[in-house]
Structure formats: C-alpha cells, structure tokens
C-alpha cells in the first residue's frame, strides 16, 4: 500500500475531468460548424421533480425526447431544459431543431443556437483551465 501513497491521485483526477470538459466542447464545436440541420419529432416531454431549490422561483426541469429519419433509419436523442411552470403536454405534433455529423447520425444534439454557443466556450475555457492547471500540480 505504501508504493502507491506518493502518486498524484490529484492531478490526475483534476487531468480528467478537464479531458472530459474538452471533449464535451470539441463536441458541440463539430456539431456547430460541421453538423447537418433537421427537424425531429419530439417523442416525450415531461417534468422531473418538483420546482427547483434555486434563487429564482417557478423554475423546473424539463426532459424530453425527440427522433428523425435519415434515409428511413430511426435515430432518436435525449436533453433536458429548465423552463418555468408551464407545462407544456406533448400532442405528437412538436418538432425541435437538431443537429447531425452527417458521417454518423447517431451523434446529435438538440441546438439552441446562442446558448448552444455560451455552453460551447465554457465547456473548452473550463477543460483547457483545468488541464494547464493539472499540468502546473
């Protein structure tokens, strides 16, 4: 036990999570500029919990679905929203927009256009930070 009390369990779970946070915005980077618009379906749409423990009242967390068809194959995506007490129910006939790679459709995510951008530059600033950080340790 005592060989492995001088290793920098630290650095390396620092060294992590800022791989983990790049990844995420190199993600959202491809997706932004090289991925495909469409149109899917929203399958689902429901509220989780109850009202978020937060500064601002009335705000909830939302889940929802969606799929779309390329060239008849089904793919289907997942995200989540925080939105206030209007409960929105699904009629079957919601569509939100989403973005593709084309070279693999089974890679998307709904996009938002400007806050698609804000979670983009943090997601890169807070990785990158962490990963000069943990080079510095």
């Known amino acids: 036990m005592s060989k492995f009390k001088n290793l920098p369990w630290g650095k390396w779970l620092i060294l992590s999570i800022g791989i983990i946070f790049t990844v995420y915005g190199i993600f959202l980077l491809t997706l932004t500029f090289f991925g495909t618009d469409i149109e899917a379906k929203v399958t689902s749409y429901r509220r989780e919990y109850g009202e978020r423990n937060e500064m601002f009242r009335n705000q909830y967390t939302y889940l929802y679905g969606y799929e779309f068809y390329i060239d008849s194959v089904k793919y289907s995506g997942t995200g989540q929203n925080i939105s206030d007490s209007v409960y929105l129910k699904n009629d079957g006939n919601s569509f939100m927009h989403v973005k593709y790679l084309s070279c693999c459709p089974y890679i998307n995510s709904d996009f938002e256009g400007s806050k698609t951008t804000i979670n983009l ?17």
């Open 121 to 137: 530059i943090i997601s890169l600033v807070v990785g990158i930070g962490l990963v000069l950080v943990s080079r510095k340790m």
